[in-house]
């Protein structure tokens, strides 16, 4: 019995030391995957922004700084994209690109960052958006609606994000880990994912009515920016062929 032992701690010693061996030749030897959205490649920057486009529809975009917070709470091969579209009726839709490097970390549940923020999440659906170009395809977001009190009055906060590299597209952080993890271990490559969000803030009784502005601003968007398409929009392209 105490052979038995001895022979299962040694036998996991060495499992772990492999691991670790071989976790740290990934580490090493890992290369970078493309990005599934389009950079502005000719920035001057060394990390080029997400080509997000001037204007979309009757929303006039205007950039956003990223705050030393931010930058901050990432990793210093990140980059972060923001802009802001707003309506001549008022109202603003803000757009976040967060597009990881080598480091996985770059990305997390889109959570965190609501709670952190003074947001109460009240419901959480996935979605589809039919979008016609290039091709028609059905892209997969998560919608979420959370409240906020800012100086004494509430708000209903309004979400739609997504996650893309160059090969997928998927509405679930857990599949997302699952893919980047599946292509580091078969082929040794980090995938380089993006975190997109489209984000709103309309008084109580208005979120009807402003998820649908957003997703018929998603609708537009979309095709500008991001390259990758879910596998999804092949069966939608034979449909229409019929």
């Known amino acids: 019995m105490i052979k038995k032992n001895v022979f299962m701690l040694v036998s996991l010693l060495m499992l772990t030391g492999s691991t670790g061996g071989f976790l740290n030749y990934w580490k090493a030897h890992q290369t970078m995957g493309e990005p599934g959205v389009r950079l502005l490649e000719h920035s001057g920057s060394d990390k080029p922004p997400v080509l997000l486009p001037d204007w979309v529809l009757d929303y006039t975009g205007e950039d956003l700084p990223v705050s030393d917070v931010e930058k901050d709470a990432l990793p210093p091969d990140t980059t972060i994209t923001k802009r802001r579209y707003k309506h001549p009726n008022g109202f603003f839709i803000d757009v976040m690109v967060v597009l990881m490097g080598l480091d996985r ?31 028609p395809f059905k892209l997969p977001v998560m919608q979420l609606k959370s409240t906020k009190t800012i100086e004494g009055n509430e708000y209903s906060g309004l979400l739609y994000y997504w996650f893309v590299d160059d090969k997928h597209v998927t509405n679930q952080h857990y599949e997302r880990m699952w893919l980047m993890g599946k292509d580091l271990f078969t082929t040794g490559k980090m995938q380089r994912w993006a975190y997109i969000t489209f984000s709103a803030i309309v008084i109580p009784g208005q979120e009807e009515a402003g998820f649908k502005h957003m997703e018929w601003f998603i609708q537009n968007a979309v095709p500008v920016f991001q390259k990758t398409l879910p596998e999804s929009h092949v069966v939608a392209r034979t449909e229409n062929a019929k």
């Not at 960052?113 to 290039?134: D, F, M």
């Open 105 to 135: 970390t770059s990305i997390h549940k889109p959570q965190y960052c609501l709670t952190g923020a003074g947001y109460h999440i009240q419901q959480t659906n996935a979605k589809v958006i039919e979008i016609a170009r290039p091709v």
